[in-house]
């Protein structure tokens, strides 16, 4: 079992405590321990889903067969998420841990299911939706706009 943690990096204008909702659907490109082939589609994950691994009485998050060469893998959230705070802008923050068996994350796509609150405000925004990379809107009790780009992301062994 490997734990890699997942990390983002971004430019917030504005809006601070960026996090996915508790339902969010991680997207991610998975390439596979045993042949080193990286799926081209993008598989998603959710820390609500459980689903059994085959010959043992484990769960796990994601279970799927590699398309290449067949073997089963799976990968579990551990821990809590996290959270990437106006402070932290352009240094890259850990969002999640995962405890992967048999793949690897080597992509992750942001996609839409993310909150954050204005920084000065406190408004809460809902349902930000990072697919085209960026988000904006404007926070009227502060009365200034708000934004979210360059998101990049990256993984990292975890012990």
């Not at 969002?95 to 909150?115: I, N, Q, S």
């Amino acid at each position: 079992m490997v734990k890699i943690g997942v990390y983002i990096k971004a430019e917030l204008e504005n809006v601070t405590d960026l996090q996915p909702v508790p339902d969010f659907e991680w997207h991610f490109k998975i390439e596979c321990s045993s042949c080193h082939e990286t799926d081209e589609n993008w598989i998603t994950m959710n820390a609500q889903d459980e689903f059994d691994v085959s010959g043992s009485k484990a769960t796990a998050n994601l279970v799927m067969k590699c398309k290449f060469c067949r073997r089963e893998a799976s990968a579990s959230f551990s821990g809590p998420f996290g959270s990437y705070e106006i402070e932290q802008v352009n240094k890259f923050v850990k969002m999640a841990v995962l405890d992967c068996r048999g793949l690897e994350p080597v992509g992750f796509d942001p996609r839409a299911g993310w909150t954050a609150l204005g920084a000065e405000s406190g408004t809460k925004f809902d349902d930000i939706d990072l697919t085209e990379g960026d988000w904006a809107d404007y926070d009227e009790k502060a009365g200034e706009p708000v934004g979210i780009s360059n998101i990049e992301s990256n993984f990292r062994k975890e012990k």
